[in-house]
């Protein structure tokens, strides 16, 4: 699995740090800050639902 | 990929007349989900639906022409000059056409057979469907009195791409604006006209305005807000009419208000909110007191199930009051696509655990809000740290936190959103999120 964020269109949700915490954060302005674009595999389900609940579309998943 | 159907898929003419004995039940199980409302809500229906590995039909309908563009820009960035451009797809068209679903555009839902499972087009076509969503969103509230049968020149309602670009080109020519609403959306539309040098008044009935929303502390901070930037308030008094066509233009030149006074604008908008677009259900034997009512799993009866602006699901802060707020649409079609599916495979269905959640940007100030407000909730003022002029305010309830809301403090807000989910979540229910 490959990440990609479009950080322009960040409406600063928090939404994917809820979803995984360990792959999202956001800075002082709430935008999203990708932690690792190649998460391991016991994390894939979270950043599918981190994608899914992003107000923005922001969150885009390349599956291998 | 996407096709644009004019020849409906199987089992959808205006003849077929459905067997539903009970081979013909299972038989339609394998008709497809039918989604009405091709928006935040339906794709999210749409997107959930493939992640939980459903491969069978998807068919998706809309009155509009294509699918409608992402509408918070449309009170914000899209009513600048080149607004155009800051309107997105709600989902990217890459995503979209990995669901593989057809979509039907330009043909309204006009009426529901639950019996025969029957969704009937303006067209005269019926379809045929295993499981009906309804996402059918919700429209503005016309101002009372007002003949929108003949569109007045200056007279705005905001919901669409076409109406942003009625107002932008209003706002581009300066001007004043008169906005009845002192809600979320007016407020915001006052902001963007004062951004861009317009003289904007808000009039809002309730003296009170946002406050029964986002509590009094906030409420309070964004009316100085918007006093300080030159936005005329009128609070506690009712706009009644209209001033057009005085001078023989035909165009808006004031709103009235009960007092008498009339407060110059060349244009007005009206967002004294929104009504469900729920019409076409009118026959389908639903409960429509307040949008489409559902029970917690998101479902109006057996195989109808509905999602977004026009749906009440009450969840787990709330009482079920009707959200009308775009995180409020995702998490409903995600609730109602796994829990369509856990119905089909017999499976328990989950409730509605989402906290509620929106947002709103005015000026430089994004206020965030999640969970509950109560007027019998404690409030309480939190400073947030390194940032000058935010804070968090929380709503508690016999000491436990139903609500929050934060100006500029958007880290601060996901932390409050998490603690809110686990002061809400029943004891019982381990947190185990619909992917
Ligand atoms: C100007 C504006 C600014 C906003 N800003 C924010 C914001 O900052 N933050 C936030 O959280 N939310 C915001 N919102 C709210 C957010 O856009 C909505 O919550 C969201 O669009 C709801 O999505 P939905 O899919 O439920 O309904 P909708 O987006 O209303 O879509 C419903 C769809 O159903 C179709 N339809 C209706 N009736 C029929 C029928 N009979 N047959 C076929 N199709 C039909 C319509 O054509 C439409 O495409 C804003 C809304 C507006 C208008
Ligand atoms: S969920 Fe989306 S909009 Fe919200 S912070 Fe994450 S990337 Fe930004």
Redesign the interface.
């Known amino acids: 699995m490959k990440i990609k964020v479009e950080e322009s269109w960040c409406v600063a949700s928090g939404s994917c740090v809820l979803a995984a915490p360990k792959v999202f954060d956001q800075d002082e302005n709430g935008v999203v800050i990708l932690l690792q674009d190649r998460p391991a595999p016991e994390l894939h389900a979270s950043v599918r639902t981190a994608a899914s609940v992003c107000p923005s579309a922001v969150i885009s998943i390349e599956e291998d | 990929m996407i096709s644009i159907v004019d020849t409906l898929p199987r089992a959808t003419t205006d003849t077929l007349a459905p067997d539903l004995s009970s081979a013909g039940r299972s038989a339609a199980a394998e008709w497809p989900v039918v989604i009405v409302g091709a928006s935040v809500a339906g794709l ?1 229906v749409a ?2 639906l493939r ?1 939980h590995g459903y491969s069978g039909e998807i068919v998706m309908v809309d009155s509009a022409d294509g699918f409608p563009g ?1 509408r ?1 820009p449309l009170s914000k960035a899209a009513l600048f000059p080149a607004g155009e451009t800051t309107v ?5 068209a ?2 979209r056409e990995a669901l593989a679903m057809s979509c039907i555009f330009g043909a309204a839902a006009t009426g529901v057979d639950r019996h025969a499972r029957l969704l009937r087009l303006a067209d005269g076509r019926s379809l045929a469907y295993s499981d009906l969503v309804i996402a059918s969103g919700v429209r503005p509230r016309a101002f009372p009195g007002s003949n929108h049968r003949e569109p007045i020149e200056g007279l705005h309602m905001l919901r669409t791409a076409a109406d942003a670009g009625r107002l932008r080109a209003a706002l581009a020519r300066g001007g004043s604006i008169a906005i009845v609403g002192g809600g979320v959306l007016g407020l915001e539309v006052a902001a963007t006209a004062r951004g861009l040098g317009c003289e904007a008044s808000v009039i809002e009935q309730t003296p009170a305005g946002l406050a029964a929303k986002l509590g009094a502390t906030l409420a309070q901070r964004l009316l100085d807000l918007h006093r300080a930037h030159g936005v005329r308030l009128e609070f506690g008094v009712e706009a009644v009419g209209f001033e057009a066509g005085q001078s023989g233009s035909g165009r808006i030149e004031g709103l009235r208000l009960t007092d008498g006074r009339v407060v110059p604008a060349s244009d007005i908008l009206v967002a004294i909110g929104c009504r469900p677009n729920v019409e076409w259900l009118a026959k389908a034997g639903l409960d429509l007191s307040d949008g489409v009512v559902c029970d917690p799993f998101g479902m109006a009866v057996d195989h109808i199930w509905a999602a977004g602006d026009v749906a009440r699901i009450p969840g787990l802060t709330e009482e079920g009051r009707r959200q009308e707020h ?2 409020n649409a ?2 409903h079609g ?1 609730l109602v696509a796994a829990n369509l599916l856990a119905a089909r495979a017999g499976l328990p269905l989950k409730r509605l655990e989402a906290v509620p ?1 929106f ?1 709103t940007d005015q000026f430089d100030v ?1 206020i ?1 809000f999640a969970g509950a407000y109560s007027p019998a909730a404690r409030e309480m003022v939190v400073p947030v740290e ?2 000058e002029g935010a804070i968090a305010v929380r709503f508690e309830v016999e000491g436990r936190l139903i609500g929050a809301a934060t100006w500029n403090a ?2 601060a ?2 932390q409050l ?2 603690e809110i ?1 686990l002061a809400c979540l029943p004891i019982d229910a381990p947190k185990e ?3």
């Not at chain 2, 997105?88 to 990217?92: A, E, I, K, Q, T």
Request: charged share 40%.
């Open positions: 999210s997107e959930a992640r992402d918070p997105y797809d709600v989902v990217p890459i995503r775009k995180q995702i998490d995600r959640y947002w994004k965030q390194g940032r958007p880290k807000m996901t959103r998490r989910e999120s619909i992917s």
